[in-house]
């Protein structure tokens, strides 16, 4: 992706949080990206959201878990609510858990680059507070009456290419899934006389919801511990199949960064390090 690019991403980033005020009840987790080589490989990761693990049962088939943790945070009081849309969830809370299994492989020069793909299922709730709570806060406000909730379950289907060195990862990885959304829920004083807020909130989380979330996951570091960090993108698409961008911007989290730390096991980390060592004693 050029600069020219990237600029024009950022401005749409910027545009929509410009737009209207978020209430994010869903927001996706990152999704696990094991990359991995070979069989009885273990990684996991933790991070500020989620906690990830992936197990080679072969030389090419994999199981992996992802379960997500999301509590918000705010940095101020509600004044600060239309400042930095997407980079704070303010009260956004939730859990969730997915499961799958995936092929893999390692091919190219050395085996440095991995391709797998991963189907599985998962399950998750999320709950945010309507936006007139931030916009007219009153002494005698009952917090749950601004209450918006919904349950979800998915099914998904992730291809990922990477490259896999003993110190630098980096991949790509172009989710498709379908999130079914269910048990939405509103509370008395939200969307107070305002019935077309409320249909499309009811719109955009009482069914199932076609996603498209491209991630790029990059990792640094020693052979059994990197740093992490994941960038991912939320896009639903409508009946026509096409993105749009109201209901993913108040009710679903556009643009999701996470970062934390990951660890691998695996024994061509130990044959990578013996040939170089011996290489390097034939030099001496």
Not at 77 to 89: A, E, N, T
Not at 159 to 171: L, N
Not at 230 to 238: E, S
């Amino acid at each position: 992706m050029n600069l020219r690019n990237l600029c024009l991403l950022a401005t749409l980033a910027a545009g929509l949080a410009a737009c209207s005020s978020p209430t994010h009840v869903f927001v996706a987790n990152t999704p696990n990206v094991p990359l991995l080589k070979e069989k009885n490989e273990f990684k996991g990761s933790v991070s500020t959201r989620n906690a990830a693990a992936a197990y080679a049962i072969t030389d090419h088939i994999a199981v992996s878990a992802n379960a997500q943790y999301l509590w918000g945070f705010r940095s101020g009081d509600r004044k600060d609510y239309y400042d930095d849309v997407y980079l704070k969830d303010y009260d956004s809370r939730g859990h969730g858990f997915e499961g799958a299994i995936g092929y893999f492989t390692a091919f190219g020069h050395k085996k440095l680059m991995v391709f797998d793909v991963y189907a599985g299922v998962g399950t998750g709730y999320g709950k945010t507070y309507e936006k007139t709570f931030y916009e007219s806060p009153q002494d005698n406000t009952v917090k749950k009456d601004y209450l918006l909730e919904t349950k979800y379950s998915k099914v998904f289907i992730q291809p990922s290419i990477g490259f896999v060195h003993r110190a630098v990862e980096i991949a790509f990885s172009p989710r498709f899934q379908v999130v079914n959304f269910y048990g939405a829920k509103a509370g008395r004083a939200a969307f107070y006389e305002n019935e077309y807020d409320l249909k499309d909130f009811n719109r955009s989380v009482s069914r199932s919801i076609p996603m498209f979330q491209p991630t790029f996951t990059f990792r640094a570091g020693k052979k059994l511990v990197k740093f992490q960090m994941q960038y991912m993108f939320t896009l639903p698409v409508d009946d026509s199949g096409a993105y749009y961008a109201e209901s993913s911007h108040r009710y679903y989290r556009f643009f999701t960064g996470d970062m934390g730390i990951a660890f691998n096991i695996a024994k061509w980390y130990n044959q990578t390090y013996s040939k170089s060592a011996r290489a390097k004693r034939y030099r001496d």
